[in-house]
């Protein structure tokens, strides 16, 4: 499993001087399992350039086919699709008809208890009030898939969605690939009752890669964030988590990244790594932001 961090800010994207070493882009993660399936979570501002990346590829032949879920549809997390370029990649007949063999396939993934708001969201940002191109003027052909309270199989790996404790809902996600697990939890809260909200420690359970959302909302929630990390049921007792401190006055996600002892350093097939710039990352250990 292999995995890549293309935006990691909240509410809105935060460019300049001040964000260059973590990069400013709103959230979006790329994972490509053992497997080579290539699952994307989020599209805020940061699958812009995930996009121009997977041009170089069979995305840029019409031969993608590719998995985004969604964790909600809060705009930092869905800004970035109208600029992902992939989705323009295909042709059509003359009656505007898809020509499927020359399209890149989008699987898009988002909770099932709020009907099509996944669906409807991505339509209405692109309505010509806000956007010249409507979604359904896209060549790449675009299936909806409701996530929320069953597990999927993309390839030979396995995914597992829970609904986390946000305004209006989000979903945290487990994604298994052949005995490694990645989990990310972003835009996550807690019961008012000082307890652990259970699905996010479900998740977590024994995961390789724990992505979690620190970003302070005060003195009492930072504490109570940082109370999941030696919380969660692991092999490994004890993490080193950073403080919940943001990234610049516009708000940002200060996620942590958690590594299990004994994953491989090194790149390949069987390890499971990052590529990133937004975290120096050892195992058992994640420095903050500088």
């Known amino acids: 499993m292999y995995v890549k961090f293309w935006g990691v800010r909240g509410s809105v994207p935060?460019?300049?001087?001040?964000?260059?070493?973590?990069?400013?882009?709103?959230?979006?993660v790329e994972i490509r399992t053992k497997e080579g399936d290539l699952i994307i979570v989020d599209a805020g501002t940061g699958i812009r350039l995930l996009g121009l990346e997977l041009l170089k590829g069979d995305c840029g032949k019409g031969r993608g086919n590719l998995h985004i879920l969604f964790?909600?549809?809060h705009w930092d997390h869905i800004q970035g699709f109208p600029f992902f370029m992939p989705a323009y990649v295909g042709q059509k007949?003359?009656?505007?008809?898809?020509?499927?063999?020359?399209?890149?396939?989008?699987?898009?993934?988002?909770a099932s208890d709020v009907d099509d708001r996944l669906e409807?969201?991505?339509?209405?940002?692109?309505?010509?009030?806000?956007?010249?191109?409507?979604?359904?003027?896209?060549?790449?052909?675009?299936?909806?898939?409701?996530?929320?309270?069953?597990?999927?199989k993309i390839g030979n790996s396995t995914i597992h969605a829970k609904r986390l404790i946000h305004p209006n809902g989000?979903?945290?996600?487990?994604?298994?690939?052949?005995?490694?697990?990645?989990?990310?939890?972003?835009?996550?809260?807690?019961?008012?009752?000082?307890?652990?909200d259970q699905n996010i420690m479900e998740l977590a359970k024994d995961a390789d890669v724990f992505v979690y959302d620190t970003l302070s909302g005060g003195a009492g929630y930072a504490t109570q964030a940082g109370a999941v990390f030696p919380a969660v049921p692991h092999s490994d007792a004890v993490f080193a988590a950073p403080g919940a401190s943001g990234c610049g006055p516009l708000g940002a996600l200060?996620?942590?990244?958690?590594?299990?002892?004994?994953?491989?350093?090194?790149?390949?097939?069987n390890s499971l790594t990052t590529s990133s710039d937004v975290y120096a990352v050892a195992a058992r250990k994640v420095r903050p932001p500088a």
């Open 120 to 152: 409807a969201t991505l339509r209405g940002q692109m309505e010509h009030f806000y956007f010249p191109v409507d979604l359904g003027y896209l060549n790449a052909s675009i299936k909806f898939h409701p996530m929320q309270g069953k597990s999927i």
């Open 254 to 269: 200060n996620w942590a990244v958690n590594l299990r002892g004994g994953v491989p350093a090194a790149s390949g097939k």
């Open 14 to 28: 935060v460019p300049g001087k001040d964000t260059i070493h973590f990069g400013g882009n709103t959230t979006c």
């Open 71 to 73: 964790t909600h549809t």
């Open 170 to 196: 989000v979903l945290g996600y487990r994604i298994e690939d052949e005995g490694k697990v990645f989990v990310i939890a972003t835009d996550c809260e807690h019961p008012s009752d000082g307890t652990l």
């Open 93 to 110: 007949d003359v009656s505007g008809q898809r020509l499927e063999s020359t399209c890149n396939m989008l699987n898009l993934y988002g």
